[in-house]
């Protein structure tokens, strides 16, 4: 089986412009068009940086409804090919391939470019952190190189995986905190095999090689639990915590989410299951209830770990987006008031609820009066 990572340069978006550009989202560039790339843009690069390289291009503010349409065929192509796949985003993510052959990929890429976008640069290999790898460092590690009209794909065969796989750097390992990284760089710990064992379990998170988690973009949010010990909490349990979790990382982007995915890991093979709905919710409610529908699947044994991808966000104010129980953040007064209505509270109870006169100490200044004692 092969996993093949691969991300999408130049993409034939809604209302592409035509003077030189590139999309821009939080100061960093998320694409390019063919020109800025020939010149040294590259996402995630900084918007000096890309200025330097790109000074005739314009940078492009992101926005989620410009890639609606590509996202949609993107994904309806690789539901109708794919055994497994995961698009995290417009220009990224992951699929697997029985025994991929070039001719195959040459195919598959020939149908992609230029139709949905310029340039594909992709890693294959046995499995999802390899094959990041061999896309980030394929061209360092001198690995054997697909190329052809559009694309390039990096190739680290299995028997070569051993060799590598030590010098996987921690940045790509996925499940790993910032401040987990942070605490190995201050070891000189930078890459897995510079990690000693009797770390890993704790830095690491069970790092193998084997399948892990799906690739992960700011398009998605990412929730995952391990159990210690058997009695430390039931599927209930620990699926309520991550399901808030997710309704706070929600609220605090201003988002509603459409697809989630679970996988179970234990000493099986990781299980999977993906579920997509019509409508984006960020309600805590139904929140909840599309976590906890995942119990209807349970994973075949007692499991060491589960994890959760919410995918497909959502903005507030999207007519795809259920109103949910609580206010975007930047006050929203429609979505109050549908809220409060929904609720049964009325305005006047509203602002009642925000008087409490056991707030004040008795030494408090009330109207320039003395508290009560």
Not at 109 to 116: F, K, V
Not at 118 to 132: C, D, P, R
Not at 244 to 260: H, S
């Amino acid at each position: 089986m092969a996993v093949v990572v691969w991300r999408l340069i130049g993409l034939n978006f809604t209302a592409r412009p035509n003077t030189p550009y590139w999309i821009e989202r939080d100061g960093r560039v998320c694409d390019v068009d063919a020109l800025g790339w020939k010149l040294g843009v590259r996402p995630d690069m900084d918007h000096a940086v890309a200025r330097w390289h790109y000074p005739q291009g314009t940078a492009i503010p992101w926005d989620s409804h410009r890639f609606t349409e590509i996202e949609a065929n993107l994904r309806t192509w690789l539901r109708q090919r794919m055994e497994r796949f995961e698009q995290a985003s417009p220009w990224g993510g992951w699929w697997e391939w029985p025994a991929l052959r070039f001719k195959q990929f040459e195919q598959q890429m020939a149908e992609i470019i230029p139709n949905w976008a310029l340039q594909i640069n992709a890693g294959v290999a046995s499995n999802l952190l390899l094959a990041k790898a061999a896309l980030a460092l394929g061209e360092a590690w001198s690995l054997s190189l697909w190329s052809g009209p559009g694309f390039q794909a990096w190739i680290l065969p299995p028997s070569q995986e051993a060799q590598w796989y030590p010098q996987i750097p921690l940045s790509l390992v996925e499940g790993i905190s910032k401040e987990a990284i942070r605490q190995c760089n201050l070891r000189g710990w930078k890459t897995i095999g510079q990690v000693p064992i009797s770390f890993r379990q704790k830095f690491l998170l069970k790092l193998k090689s084997e399948d892990t988690a799906s690739q992960r973009s700011p398009e998605t949010i990412y929730v995952q639990y391990h159990w210690e010990l058997a009695a430390e909490g039931g599927f209930v349990e620990v699926l309520t915590r991550l399901a808030t979790q997710i309704t706070e990382e929600l609220q605090r982007r201003a988002v509603g989410f459409q697809r989630l995915e679970v996988t179970w890991r234990g000493p099986w093979t990781p299980v999977r299951h993906q579920r997509e709905w019509p409508m984006a919710t960020g309600e805590p409610g139904k929140v909840l209830l599309r976590v906890l529908d995942f119990l209807k699947s349970p994973p075949p044994g007692p499991p060491e770990a589960i994890e959760i991808l919410a995918s497909g966000l959502v903005a507030w104010g999207s007519e795809q987006l259920q109103w949910g129980f609580f206010r975007p953040s930047g006050g929203d007064k429609v979505g109050k008031q549908r809220s409060d209505v929904r609720m049964g509270i009325n305005r006047r109870e509203a602002m009642l609820q925000f008087w409490d006169p056991w707030r004040f100490s008795p030494s408090a200044d009330l109207n320039g009066k003395k508290g009560f004692k």
